[in-house]
C-alpha cells in the first residue's frame, strides 16, 4: 500500500486563541470554573456516574426554565438543533403554523415550517419592533385550524423582547400549542415555563448561560408530549427524534438506552454553568443583567449612541444601538478586537453596517467588562 | 412577580468525574494535550483567528481521510448527526437506496432512508460478518436505477470490517453514489477516500481520533456535491443542509456567511487531535493499533476467550469476544468499572450478555492499557 500523502498539513502548530472579552451577541464570556468543568477526565456516556450527572442537569434546567416538565433536557447541538428539534417533533406535514417574524431567526422557524411540510402564517412586524399580540389575536381567530404559533422571546438579531407570557396565553386560548425561542432570554430576562404555559421551547448554552458553545436546552409541556407521542409520521429527524432522545435522558419512563453518544464534556461545562445560575438565583441573575444594561445604556448615550429598539421593549443582554454620526462601524470594530481583544457583533440584514449589537449575557454581565468598553470607546470616539 | 422556585435542585454540587480507563466501544481516553485543548479562552465563532483554525481543521480531515474534497469539515453534532448530514443531502425523495446492514448501524441507515423518503433495498447480513460483495453486485444488478450504496466500514456492534474499497468500486462501476460509515474506522485503520472513490463518509470524535465525543469529521466527492446542488427538493433539515452549511466552512466558494454557532471549544479539541495524529502518522496510527490489537488478542485468547469475528475481518480497534465459558457478564463487567476504574462494553441485540467489545482506539491503543486489563482479567477470572 502506498503511504500516506501529507497533502497541505505541514506546518499546522496547536492552535492557541487570544484572551477575548466577548461582548457580541454570543458566545459570552466563560466564567473559569465553568471552563475548568470542560477538560474534566472523560468517562462513558452511559457510565452510572454521568447518567446520575445528566439527572441532575434535568433538574438544573428544569430550575433555569422553572419548570416541573418530565421531557426537560439538553440537545447534543447548538441553538440551531434546538429549534430544529422543536418543529421537526411538534409539525407534522399539513399542520398550519403561524409564525411571527419580526427578525432573523423568525425567519429561521418558518424555514424549519416549510422543511417539516408544514402551511405556514407568516406575520411579520417591523425589525426592531417586538411581535404584536393584537395581529397574533387575529390570525389565530382567522386560522382556527391552526395548530402551533411560533415566535421568539428575544431577537438576537435587533435585541427586542416580545411578550412570551402574552402570546403564550393566546395560543393556549386558541387551542395551539406555542413554540419559543429563549436562545438569547434564558438567564438573562424571565422566561416562567409552567406560569405562561409555553409548550415547547429551546436555548443556547453559549448566551446568558455562559457554557461552552454547541449545546440547545430544551423542555416541552404534557401537551406537546402527547402530540409527540401520538404523531401519524415519523419525525424526520432520527438524531432529534424525541421519542428515541427522551429514552436515553430517562424521560421516557422506561429504562434508558443508548441513542446516541452525548457530548460528554459539554455537558460537563453546562451542568456547571446551570448549577452556578442556581447557586447566584435567577432573580438576582436577572438583576444583575438589567443593572449592567443601565450602566452600559447610560454610558453610550453620553457617546451619542442611539438604541434601536424602545426601552420598553429592550433586552438588556443584547444592545443593539445605532453609531454617533459619522463613525465608521466595520473599521471600529474591527480595531476593537485588533487592539484592544474586544469583541462586539455587527447588525444582521438591513442592519448590516448601521448598528453595532453588544451583549451583556451571562458572565459578560459585570461592571468591569461595561466600564471597559466604556472607556475603549471614549479613547476611540 | 413570584420569585423563582429552586424545585428539586438543592444538594447539587460540581461534578468531579472518577478517572476512568475507556477500553469500551468509545468515548476512547483522551490525551493530556487534547483534553487541555478543551479550555482554552473562548473566542467568538466568526472570529478570524477562529475562521483560519477551522481552515487548519480542513486540512486535517483532509490528511485524516486521504483526500483533497473541497467539502470536508466537521458537523457540529456526534456520529449520528454526520450520518444523517449525509443521508438528508444525498438522498432525494424516491431515490433507491442499497443499504447493507450487518449490526446495529446499518440498522440505523435504513431508518435515515426511510425518514428521508428514499425507497430502501435492504440486503442483510449475519450478524459479525462483513458484507458481501457479490450480493452487492448482484443487488445493483436487479435495480440499475439505485441512486446509492451505503454501508458501515467498521461495524461498532460487532467488531467487523468490511471491504469498502471493493464496495465504493462496485458503487462507481454501477453509477451509484457512495455514503460510508466510517465512526470507529478513521484513524485506527486505513479508510482511503480518494483511492477507493468514497462518495460521502463520516466518522466520530471520540473513536479512533480520542477527542471529545460530540462532532463528526465528513467529507464528499465532487460527484456528492454535485448531487447537493441540483437537489429538486430543499434538505429537509436547515441545521444540516451542506448547502448552507458549507457557506460557513468556507467550501461554497463565495464568501463566508453565519450559518449556526460553531461548537468554538469542540473544535479546538479535535484540532488538536487531528494534529496529533498527523504528527504520529497516520501508518504509524495504523500500525500501533495493529500491533496493540496482537497483544490483546494473544492474551485474551490464553484466557478462554473466543473472537466473534473471523481473523480476516477483524478490526484491531474494536475486539468482540465471547467470554470464557461460565463467567458472568454484566457482574463481571460492573465489577472491572466500580473496582478498577476499567470500562469494557457489552454486546447490543441479540449479542447483549454474550459478547464483550473492547476498544482499542486512539490514545487506548497502548501496551500499558492492554496489559492493565489483562492483569485485571488474570486476577478475576
Given at each position: 500500500m502506498e503511504l500516506p500523502k501529507d497533502l497541505h498539513v505541514q506546518g499546522i502548530a496547536s492552535f492557541q486563541p487570544p484572551t477575548r472579552r466577548l461582548m457580541g451577541p454570543g458566545p459570552s464570556d466563560i466564567h473559569p470554573r465553568v471552563l475548568e468543568a470542560l477538560s474534566r477526565p472523560t468517562v462513558g456516556h452511559l457510565d452510572p456516574t454521568f447518567i446520575a450527572m445528566m439527572d441532575e442537569v434535568k433538574s438544573l434546567v428544569q430550575y433555569a426554565y422553572q419548570t416541573t416538565n418530565a421531557l426537560s433536557m439538553v440537545v447534543s447541538a447548538p441553538g440551531s438543533a434546538g429549534m430544529e428539534t422543536c418543529f421537526v417533533n411538534l409539525v407534522e406535514p399539513g399542520d398550519k403554523v403561524i409564525v411571527c417574524r419580526n427578525g432573523v431567526f423568525g425567519g429561521r422557524m418558518l424555514e424549519n415550517v416549510t422543511r417539516c411540510g408544514g402551511t405556514p402564517i407568516v406575520l411579520d412586524f417591523e425589525w426592531g419592533h417586538p411581535v404584536d399580540p393584537n395581529r397574533v389575536e387575529e390570525a389565530l381567530k382567522e386560522h382556527p385550524d391552526a395548530a402551533i404559533l411560533a415566535f421568539v422571546h428575544a431577537e438576537t438579531s435587533t435585541g427586542v423582547r416580545s411578550d412570551a407570557q402574552t402570546l403564550c396565553g393566546l395560543a393556549k386560548q386558541y387551542?395551539?400549542?406555542?413554540?419559543?425561542?429563549?436562545?438569547?432570554?434564558l438567564g438573562g430576562i424571565p422566561v416562567l415555563v409552567d406560569d405562561w404555559g409555553i409548550d415547547a421551547i429551546y436555548s443556547g448554552s453559549q448566551k446568558c448561560l455562559s457554557a461552552t458553545p454547541g449545546l440547545s436546552p430544551v423542555t416541552f409541556s404534557k401537551r406537546a408530549v402527547r402530540k409527540i407521542k401520538k404523531r401519524e409520521s415519523p419525525v424526520q429527524s432520527w438524531f432529534l427524534d424525541l421519542n428515541l432522545v427522551m429514552q436515553y435522558w430517562g424521560s421516557g419512563g422506561s429504562k434508558r438506552s443508548y441513542h446516541h453518544t452525548a457530548?460528554?464534556?459539554?455537558?460537563?461545562?453546562?451542568?456547571?454553568?446551570?448549577?452556578?445560575?442556581?447557586?447566584?438565583?435567577?432573580?438576582s441573575s436577572w438583576e444583575r443583567h438589567r443593572a449592567q444594561h443601565e450602566r452600559l445604556r447610560a454610558g453610550l448615550e453620553d457617546l451619542g449612541f442611539r438604541f434601536l429598539v424602545d426601552e420598553e421593549y429592550r433586552l438588556p443582554q443584547l444592545n443593539a444601538v445605532f453609531l454617533p454620526e459619522g463613525t465608521e462601524e466595520v473599521?471600529?470594530?474591527?480595531?476593537?478586537?485588533?487592539?484592544?481583544?474586544?469583541?462586539?457583533?455587527?447588525?444582521?440584514?438591513?442592519?448590516?453596517?448601521?448598528?453595532?449589537?453588544?451583549?451583556?449575557?451571562?458572565?459578560?454581565?459585570?461592571?468591569?467588562?461595561?466600564?471597559?468598553?466604556?472607556?475603549?470607546?471614549?479613547?476611540?470616539?
Open positions: 387551542g395551539c400549542l406555542s413554540i419559543v425561542d429563549a436562545v438569547t432570554s457530548p460528554v464534556h459539554a455537558l460537563y461545562c453546562i451542568h456547571e454553568a446551570l448549577l452556578m445560575l442556581q447557586e447566584e438565583g435567577l432573580d473599521g471600529l470594530r474591527q480595531k476593537l478586537l485588533r487592539e484592544y481583544n474586544l469583541e462586539v457583533g455587527g447588525g444582521l440584514g438591513d442592519l448590516a453596517g448601521k448598528i453595532w449589537r453588544i451583549g451583556l449575557m451571562g458572565h459578560t454581565a459585570h461592571s468591569d467588562k461595561v466600564d471597559f468598553l466604556l472607556d475603549v470607546l471614549r479613547k476611540e470616539l
